[in-house]
T-cell receptor, first 117, second 113 residues
C-alpha cells in the first residue's frame, strides 16, 4: 500500500459527459501528479500540483483540468468525454517539488479505470 | 515522439535465472532514470533508480546499468523469483522539470517455475 488513495476505482460513462477523479496523497506529501495510461501505452504525464499551485504541465487536453485543495487532495476533471479518453488514470505524490529527482520519488495510487461508451 | 522505449513487450524467464530488461532513451537531457514495477490492479511501485553520474546501482537482487553513450539502461534481476512476475516500466527525468517522469511502454516479465 503506497498510501495514495484514488476514487473511484472504476467509472463507466457516456461520450459528452463530465467526470471527476479524486486523489489523496500520502501523509506529508505536498506534490500531486496525474498520469494517463491508455491501452498498451506507457504512462503519460498530465499535470503536477505543489501545495495548491500548478507546477508543471504535460500533454493535458484543454477538456481536462485539475486542482489541488488546501487539504492537499487533488481532483482531475475530464469533460466532453470522448471514446479515446478511456484509460487508466493514476495519481502519484511526492514530498515536495525540489526538482531534484533523487529527492522526489513518486508513489502511485491504484488508479481509476475510466471507460467511455 | 517516444523518448523512452522498451522494445520488448514481454519476457519469460525461468525461476532462479537472470532477467534482463532493457530500455533506450533519445533525450540526452535525461539525467535520472527509474524502474517501476506494476502488478495488475495496482499502481506502479518504485523499484530502483540511477543518476547519470553513475553507471551502476545495486539493491539486493536488482541492479540497474546505465550506458550514457548508447543511451541505454538495463535492469538485471538475479535470481528471478515467481513474485517478480509483473510489468516493469522504465522512466526518465531531468533536473529542473519538477520531477516530470517520461515512461516507456513497459515489459511484462513472467517468471516460470
Amino acid at each position: 500500500d503506497s498510501g495514495v488513495t484514488q476514487t473511484p476505482k472504476h467509472l463507466i460513462t457516456a461520450t459528452g459527459q463530465r467526470v471527476t477523479l479524486r486523489c489523496s496523497p500520502r501523509s506529508g506529501d505536498l506534490s500531486v501528479y496525474w498520469y494517463q495510461q491508455s491501452l498498451d501505452q506507457g504512462l503519460q504525464f498530465l499535470i503536477q500540483y505543489y501545495n495548491g499551485e500548478e507546477r508543471a504541465k504535460g500533454n493535458i487536453l484543454e477538456r481536462f483540468s485539475a486542482q489541488q485543495f488546501p487539504d492537499l487532495h487533488s481532483e482531475l476533471n475530464l469533460s466532453s468525454l470522448e471514446l479515446g479518453d478511456s484509460a487508466l488514470y493514476f495519481c502519484a505524490s511526492s514530498v515536495g517539488a525540489s526538482g531534484r529527482a533523487l529527492e522526489e520519488t513518486q508513489y502511485f495510487g491504484p488508479g481509476t479505470r475510466l471507460l467511455v461508451l | 515522439d517516444q523518448q523512452v522505449k522498451q522494445n520488448s513487450p514481454s519476457l519469460s524467464v525461468q525461476e532462479g535465472r537472470i532477467s534482463i530488461l532493457n530500455c533506450d532513451y533519445t533525450n540526452s537531457m535525461f539525467d535520472y532514470f527509474l524502474w517501476y514495477k506494476k502488478y495488475p490492479a495496482e499502481g506502479p511501485t518504485f523499484l530502483i533508480s540511477i543518476s547519470s553520474i553513475k553507471d551502476k546501482n545495486e539493491d539486493g537482487r536488482f541492479t540497474v546499468f546505465l550506458n550514457k553513450s548508447a543511451k541505454h539502461l538495463s535492469l538485471h534481476i538475479v535470481p528471478s523469483q515467481p513474485g517478480d512476475s509483473a510489468v516493469y516500466f522504465c522512466a526518465a527525468t531531468y533536473t529542473g522539470t519538477a520531477s516530470k517522469l517520461t515512461f516507456g511502454t513497459g515489459t511484462r516479465l513472467q517468471v516460470t517455475l
